[in-house]
């Protein structure tokens, strides 16, 4: 029997579920769960691309699923279905339960579930605020003919991709909440060439919870900032490899905190014995000038959230104050496993994954240095006003690659350089932040990690490293 | 509902809708897999999936398409009404045509599927793995990454002129990342992973014994003063390389302005002629291979480098009818199609006489860097560009003796990697993403200290 059939006897998206919630918790507590969560997602994405002066990709989808986690002590099993009838759902709980083996008679309480906390209510006419894909094309279209500004730029394009998330979250701690989702990316690209020289450059915008955003992008900005950054770049040499002191932009130079610092202080990192900083609450691990943030709560950031994926609302969690450690980014499990309290960082790409410690907007707090502060205090140096990407490895070590850097020389930004990767670990080098500027902003991200790829925001003001190793050539 | 089913419906509701031309592809899984932490269960999963992409030709010819994981009555037609309005947004300047090989016969080998040995029995295996990896050395303390899985799934595509494959396969995976700790010196890891079409096919000893001698050999180690090397590459890393800039092959990207090849760009010299580089999908080794593609296209050996030279790009349905060629199995399922290799294998020719053969990397006594794995691809590769700037994991050989690089990256030029290669070593080595053997090259930028 089709599933669309048995409508008495599945989850529908935007009625009332708490009876059939209910029964399935209470089934699952029955058979000896000490804690059951079920997440239920309902989606409505699209994506659209233009390359040079016409649209190549329009893609709209469309999905449904339940995740089911059950603990059982520490450890714990996860169930994921498309399946939303009673049935699928009950059969999920009971191989969850069957996973983990559980036999003892031991019984926890479940008292039903709390209030509907409804965060939706003011967000279900987002869907038809949203621009059209009409609308969406035409403005790509403007903005990828901002960037066709002389004959060297041979590639542009433009992308912009909208998710609708609508999610019903419940659990036996009688958490039960709705929320609707809604994230919006734009991005530039461009590859210019002359001769045997070749440069890119690219840029991505983005928000959360504002249906507007789009319309208000101003994409000559954009486009000009992407074109000079291609042109800045085309004639680069590339930078020789060594020690240096560094000065990282402000908005996505904040990638480097978020990767050699951020991740180490999520929980997941203490339960696996990968973080060095697993004991050192309330000790010095950065230098003095820094303070860093991890929250949720930016109105329109890209990481921030009515709630997370385990039903909890974000908090703002000092990670770091002037230099000392003060808290964990934490999730249920990691509070279960490591006793570091909850940060409403439960996060998950979708009902796939089962929810693990994520950072959401996470910065480095402003100084009160300029930025010509940071660059004058340089003899010999380099400056990233643009970072691509970066990892952390097992045991700590990061790089990320630097698409737009200059050099410093007698305290004044000189030629372009092309390359450099910064590498280090986190211990050492968060230390040898000394100067902070007082221009803190932010830029959008994706994170990918254990549950999955998330949207973040990472920031910082410009910063000064004082030494570290530039790969180059 | 299974895939004839669907195909009746998508016809059923493409004929409410005036539709007259459409595909499809869907793919059906169930994954198991498990995690372990010094000894106990920490993370079982289950999952069901199912997705289904229904592509679209309005009256105009232009293509719409819509993904959905509600594979019911009700989203099949919402997919279908979905893509007939995309379509009204197709790329009038590159057509999209159904493969004229989609109805072509498969040579279909044994297909080895297993059947699943449950998560309990997964669990068993992983803890006894978790367990061996710690005794192995008194310096592992721990396996912070580990992972034994198992998948099954379906892949389907179907079009309205009548063509139709299905296959179904197995698949399982183990991962064991181990972590070295000794007193007064950073931790070290490493490790390992295999596949199997089934958990009782993969060789569990073996997977702990390379995670095991491959995180010692980490143990002893040191900084390595920037400059530029001798290079050995590791079939693995040669490997990583060679995926991470096939663009330079690729149709599409090529027709999309980020490849450094072009349209002319068949029979230019990249390597030695020693070089022969295949793309071979249907590789007996291949444990994830597929007898078609997105497009329904037949997967096949096809030689990319040949005497150092390029021979084919890949294609899709529209990039082989714009190059005026055949498609080559490599095409994905979008709106606007993707094209990707499968499974590379890097072979010595028969021109091998410009290779110097005493460079051998169980036997040469001279200074050269070994890189063993190359790490953080997204981020330090420029495929457009042709740069590359990776950390990796590797030891230093010098004086006869071999120490572990504590930590360091090599930068260089893809083409000048290619035309710089001195030495490919006789014997191959199967890796999970294809089959290579050892690659020297002259002279890459190492940085390491100052």
């Known amino acids: 029997m089709l599933s669309s059939q048995i409508k008495s006897n599945e989850i529908v998206f935007g009625s009332c579920n708490r009876d059939l919630l209910e029964e399935i918790i209470f089934y699952g507590i029955g058979l000896g769960a000490d804690f059951l969560e079920i997440f239920i997602e309902n989606t409505d994405n699209s994506s659209v691309l233009a390359e040079e002066d016409f649209i190549t990709s329009v893609s709209p989808s469309f999905g449904r699923g339940a995740g089911i986690r059950i603990f059982k002590g520490k450890k714990d099993g996860f169930v994921s279905t498309n399946d939303l009838t009673k049935h699928g759902l009950m059969r999920s709980v009971s191989q969850a339960i069957e996973m983990l083996d559980i036999i003892d008679n031991k019984r926890e309480v479940f008292k039903g579930l709390n209030k509907h906390r409804d965060y939706s209510l003011s967000k279900k006419k987002w869907i038809n605020e949203v621009p059209s894909i009409h609308e969406i094309s035409e403005k790509l279209l403007v903005s990828t003919k901002s960037l066709k500004k002389n004959n060297k730029i041979i590639t542009r394009k433009g992308s912009y991709s909208r998710n609708l998330q609508e999610v019903i979250i419940a659990s036996s701690d009688g958490t039960y909440v709705s929320d609707i989702r809604l994230h919006q990316t734009v991005g530039l690209n461009v590859i210019a060439s002359d001769a045997q020289y070749r440069s890119s450059g690219s840029r991505r915008f983005g928000s959360s919870g504002m249906p507007n955003e789009f319309r208000l992008w101003d994409h000559e900005k954009a486009a000009n900032d992407v074109f000079e950054s291609s042109m800045n770049m085309l004639y680069a040499d590339y930078v020789d490899a060594g020690q240096m002191p560094v000065v990282l932009a402000n908005k996505f130079g904040g990638v480097i905190f978020h990767e050699a610092c951020g991740h180490l202080l999520e929980t997941t990192q203490i339960e696996r014995g ?39 609302e974000p908090e703002k969690s000092v990670l770091i104050k002037d230099g000392i450690l003060k808290k964990f980014i934490s999730d249920r499990a990691g509070e279960l496993r490591t006793g570091h309290k909850r940060t409403g960082s439960g996060r998950r790409q979708n009902y796939s994954f089962a929810a693990a410690s994520r950072m959401r907007n996470t910065y480095i707090a402003k100084g009160e240095h300029s930025k010509e502060d940071l660059i004058s205090s340089i003899n010999e140096g380099l400056y990233c006003k643009s970072m691509g990407g970066g990892s952390v490895g097992a045991t700590g070590q990061f790089n990320f690659a630097v698409e737009e850097g200059y050099l410093i020389k007698n305290g004044k930004l000189t030629s372009p350089v092309k390359g450099a990767t910064l590498i280090g670990e986190a211990k050492e080098v968060m230390p040898k932040i000394s100067m902070c500027g007082n221009d803190l902003e932010l830029a959008p991200g994706f994170c990918g990690s254990i549950s999955g790829s998330v949207n973040v925001t990472v920031g910082q003001p410009h910063i000064k490293v004082d030494s570290i190793t530039v790969g180059g050539r | 509902m299974n895939s004839k089913e669907i195909t009746t419906q998508i016809s059923k509701a493409a004929d409410f809708l005036n539709l007259k031309k459409w595909d499809y592809g869907a793919s059906f899984s169930n994954d198991y897999s498990v995690q372990v932490d010094k000894g106990e269960a920490k993370q079982l999963k289950a999952s069901q999936k199912q997705i289904l992409t229904i592509r679209v030709w309005n009256q105009s010819n232009l293509v719409g398409i819509t993904t959905t994981s509600d594979i019911s009555e009700s989203g099949i037609k919402k997919a279908l009404k979905q893509a007939n309005i995309a379509s009204d947004f197709g790329n009038k300047n590159e057509t ?35 367990v061996k990896l710690i005794e192995s050395h008194k310096s592992i303390k721990s396996v912070p990454y580990n992972g034994l899985s198992e998948s099954f799934f379906e892949r389907v595509y179907a079009n309205s002129e009548g063509a139709f494959r299905c296959y179904s396969k197995s698949q399982a995976a183990l991962y064991l990342y181990a972590r070295a700790e000794e007193k007064d010196k950073k931790p070290r890891s490493s490790g390992c992973v295999k596949l199997g079409y089934g958990a009782d096919d993969i060789d569990i000893d073996s997977c702990i014994k390379e995670a095991s001698n491959k995180t010692i050999s980490h143990l002893n180690y040191s900084s390595i003063k920037t400059d530029k090397y001798l290079i050995c590459f590791s079939p693995e ?16 990207s090529i027709l999309d302005g980020v490849s450094l090849s072009n349209k002319n760009s068949i029979g230019e010299k990249l390597s030695t002629e020693a070089l022969n580089i295949y793309d071979d999908g249907l590789h007996e080794k291949n444990i994830s291979s597929t007898p078609f593609d997105g497009e329904g296209t037949p997967t096949k050996r096809l030689c990319l480098i040949n005497r150092g030279r390029i021979e084919n790009f890949i294609h899709s349905e529209s990039t082989a009818r714009i190059f005026k060629t055949t498609p080559t199995g490599h095409a994905g399922l979008g709106s606007k199609v993707s094209v990707s290799p499968d499974w590379i294998v890097v072979e010595k020719s028969e021109a091998n006489l410009d290779l110097k053969t005493s460079l051998d990397h169980s036997t040469y006594e001279g200074e050269f860097v070994y890189i063993e794995e190359l790490n953080a691809i997204h981020a330090g590769v420029r495929a457009s560009q042709g740069s590359f700037s990776l950390p990796f994991d590797g030891w230093l050989y010098k004086n006869g003796k071999k120490i572990s690089i504590e930590s360091a990256t090599v930068a260089g030029d893809i083409k000048y990697l290619l035309k710089n290669i001195v030495n490919i070593e006789s014997s191959q080595e199967v890796t999970t993403s294809g089959i290579s053997p050892h690659i020297w090259v002259n002279e890459l930028s190492i940085t390491g200290d100052a």
């Open chain 2, 96 to 130: 999209t045509e159904f493969s004229p090989l989609a109805k072509d016969p498969i040579k279909v080998k044994e297909v080895k599927k297993r059947n699943p040995v449950g998560i309990k029995k997964l669990l068993t295996l992983l803890r006894g793995a978790e």
């Open chain 1, 274 to 312: 990968t973080t060095p900083f697993e004991n050192k609450l309330n000790e010095k691990i950065a230098h003095e000038s820094v303070t860093a943030i991890d929250e949720g709560i930016s109105e329109g950031s890209f990481g921030s959230l009515s709630v997370d994926d385990e039903g909890m």
């Open chain 2, 237 to 252: 890393s040669f490997l990583t390389i060679i995926n991470a800039f096939s663009s330079m092959f690729n149709a599409r």
